[in-house]
């Protein structure tokens, strides 16, 4: 196998080479092997820190847990953001952001749920759009399950302490 793709380096035999099957198809089988390893260690998660904002007075984090971590591949964006509220976190005023890790499409949507921990642990489920490119969360507007508007200092509830917003999902890269 004296030649390779000039895409991915695979190699494969020239015309003139004498047939050796068994041998040709090692030699690919390990090139794609070591081509799927690269893939998967580029394709790992990474950690960052999400901002946490809102329309109105910002909220503030205190001794809550902010977390978030994401997985690009290509344009590809997996994201998964966890917000919980401690004894010592304050609400703020207005609608809420979380600031993604790579802007974003236009109407991508992310799954959003908000855990109402003083209620039983209700849960309500929606989704996160993005209404513009940015990362910083001020192009997002998350929904739950009510009609009442965006998640934020008073939808669905009034958040408290061990309260989680939650946002996941797949988006494609601006």
Not at 47 to 68: H, R
């Amino acid at each position: 196998m004296a030649d390779t793709t000039a895409t991915y380096l695979l190699p494969y035999p020239e015309s003139t080479d004498a047939p050796e099957v068994w041998t040709d198809v090692q030699n690919l089988a390990e090139a794609v092997d070591t081509a799927l390893g690269d893939v998967d260690a580029r394709a790992a998660w990474s950690s960052y820190t999400p901002a946490w904002t809102s329309t109105g007075t910002a909220p503030a984090l205190g001794n809550g847990t902010l977390t978030g971590a994401y997985k690009q591949v290509g344009s590809t964006v997996h994201v998964r953001i966890v917000l919980t509220l401690g004894s010592t976190s304050t609400v703020g005023t207005g609608s809420y952001r979380l600031s993604l890790p790579v802007g974003g499409k236009v109407m991508s949507l992310l799954s959003a749920l908000f855990k109402d921990l003083s209620a039983g642990s209700t849960r309500y489920s929606g989704t996160a759009e993005l209404a513009s490119t940015g990362a910083t969360g001020d192009n997002m507007r998350i929904n739950v399950d009510t009609n009442q508007g965006a998640v934020g200092a008073a939808i669905p509830v009034v958040p408290a302490n061990g309260d989680t917003l939650i946002l996941c999902g797949t988006y494609e890269q601006a």
